[in-house]
């Protein structure tokens, strides 16, 4: 399992889990897609931004390993602003593939998007 570093591990101040520690040795969580409703906590909310941003900075619009990154915060993305980037896509590999739609991430989280072009 890739470990992204420089990637954040977790909203700041919360306990929204952006990175796993290690591996799971029965294996990966499988990432599924999770309906967004709009009644959804402000802290939630501020949570995805923050993970689409930090997405954005350290991927920008390329193919991204899965690797340590938590199931559950891309699920909440996943098949709307974060995508497979390969056909034989794995929901359950550490080496699965995935891509960041970013028209789709601006039209839903316009703030992470606010200061610009990835570094």
């Given at each position: 399992?890739?470990?992204?570093?420089?990637?954040?591990?977790?909203?700041?101040?919360?306990?929204?889990?952006?990175?796993?520690?290690?591996?799971?040795?029965?294996?990966?969580?499988?990432?599924?897609?999770?309906?967004?409703?709009?009644?959804?906590?402000?802290?939630?909310?501020?949570?995805?931004?923050?993970?689409?941003?930090?997405?954005?900075?350290?991927?920008?619009?390329?193919?991204?390993?899965?690797?340590?990154?938590?199931a559950g915060r891309l699920s909440w993305l996943f098949g709307r602003e974060v995508l497979p980037a390969e056909d034989a896509f794995d929901s359950e590999s550490?080496?699965?593939?995935?891509?960041?739609?970013?028209?789709?991430?601006?039209?839903?989280?316009?703030?992470?998007?606010?200061?610009?072009?990835?570094?």
């Amino acid at each position: 399992m890739i470990k992204h570093r420089g990637f954040p591990g977790r909203l700041p101040g919360s306990d929204f889990q952006f990175t796993i520690r290690r591996a799971n040795p029965k294996g990966a969580t499988a990432i599924v897609r999770r309906e967004r409703y709009r009644d959804r906590r402000p802290a939630d909310k501020r949570a995805d931004t923050a993970f689409v941003r930090a997405l954005w900075e350290a991927f920008g619009d390329q193919p991204f390993e899965r690797g340590n990154l938590d199931a559950g915060r891309l699920s909440w993305l996943f098949g709307r602003e974060v995508l497979p980037a390969e056909d034989a896509f794995d929901s359950e590999s550490y080496e699965a593939l995935l891509v960041l739609d970013v028209a789709a991430a601006r039209r839903a989280f316009p703030d992470a998007f606010e200061e610009g072009e990835p570094a």
